[in-house]
């Protein structure tokens, strides 16, 4: 009898400190016993504090990393976060077509927990033109979501609004995460292309531990669905692992800025599926 590990690429940026990008991918996946790969597109300079540099990954060795992982070990998702370049969002497009039954999940990265701009601002058009159309789920927080619709979202009623003019740029589905906006409670809103509206509440924790609260939300996501649930269940389990991360991660000083979350606090086991 042979097995097979659910797994999981993620795309995205290298964060030095940890608490984010690639490294919040990996703690998470694993965390929710799944395999992690992984194809990094950028190494930044950063850590609780706030980003200071950025190098590119060239974008053929970014395309070749996707290729080497997706032709040998066959991921069941995909996680997309961090491209900064528009040359890195046309070799990324270009690439995923070639892998189109398999599920992707996009957290378009452009704005840091410490505010830092993580973009190129001529990258934002490449991004709703190419990759919004391949994704199966989108998730922009608030700041960026701004950015995709062109307004302020201060209430549910404007992430509604938001959101519906997000999926005017041919994406099939979009989590808008309402992490920053500071009230009792906290909504994450999903709408798709057929109309289905779901609004996922969680109360609001104090605490300045929410680095990388983005990357692993979607890489959860990405998990959830990589081992047989989904994407509306999945995002409905992904919301309770985040909130539970952020909750047992909230009283733990890690630097001196904004804190990672505590992605293992409860890891699961490698999961081993049979092969049939």
């Known amino acids: 009898m042979t097995f097979r590990y659910p797994s999981v690429l993620t795309i995205a940026g290298s964060?030095?400190?940890?608490?984010?990008?690639?490294q919040a991918d990996i703690k998470t996946i694993s965390a929710l016993g799944c395999y992690a790969t992984s194809a990094i597109t950028a190494i930044t300079v950063q850590n609780t504090l706030g980003v200071t540099g950025i190098h590119s990954v060239p974008a053929e060795i970014v395309r070749d990393q996707i290729k080497a992982v997706m032709d040998?070990?066959?991921?069941?998702?995909?996680?997309?976060?961090?491209i900064h370049t528009k040359e890195l969002a046309i070799i990324i497009a270009q690439t995923l077509q070639q892998y189109p039954t398999t599920a992707i999940i996009f957290d378009p990265v452009m704005v840091a927990a410490s505010g830092d701009v993580l973009i190129e601002d001529e990258t934002i058009n490449v991004l709703k033109e190419r990759l919004f159309p391949l994704a199966s789920l989108i998730t922009p927080n608030i700041e960026e979501a701004a950015i995709l619709s062109g307004m302020m979202i201060?209430?549910?009623?404007?992430?509604?609004?938001?959101?519906?003019?997000?999926?005017?740029?041919?994406?099939?589905?979009?989590?808008?995460?309402?992490?920053?906006?500071?009230?009792?409670?906290?909504?994450?809103?999903?709408l798709d292309d057929s109309g289905k509206e779901i609004l996922f509440k969680s109360d609001y924790i104090t605490t300045d531990n929410i680095h990388g609260a983005g990357c692993t939300l979607s890489a959860a996501i990405a998990s959830y669905i990589a081992t047989?649930?989904?994407?509306?269940?999945?995002?409905?389990?992904?919301?309770?692992?985040?909130?539970?991360?952020?909750?047992?991660?909230?009283d733990v000083i890690t630097g001196n800025g904004k804190g990672p979350l505590n992605h293992f606090y409860n890891p699961q086991k490698l999961i081993k599926n049979k092969i049939l």
């Not at 964060?15 to 690639?22: E, L, P």
């Not at 040998?72 to 961090?82: A, E, R």
């Open 15 to 22: 964060d030095s400190g940890g608490g984010a990008g690639i």
């Open 72 to 82: 040998d070990i066959s991921p069941n998702v995909i996680k997309i976060g961090m």
């Open 154 to 190: 201060r209430s549910v009623t404007d992430m509604k609004e938001a959101a519906q003019r997000i999926l005017q740029t041919n994406c099939k589905a979009i989590l808008l995460k309402a992490g920053n906006l500071q009230d009792d409670s906290i909504f994450d809103l999903y």
């Open 228 to 250: 047989g649930y989904e994407i509306e269940e999945a995002i409905k389990y992904a919301h309770n692992y985040i909130h539970q991360a952020i909750e047992q991660g909230k």
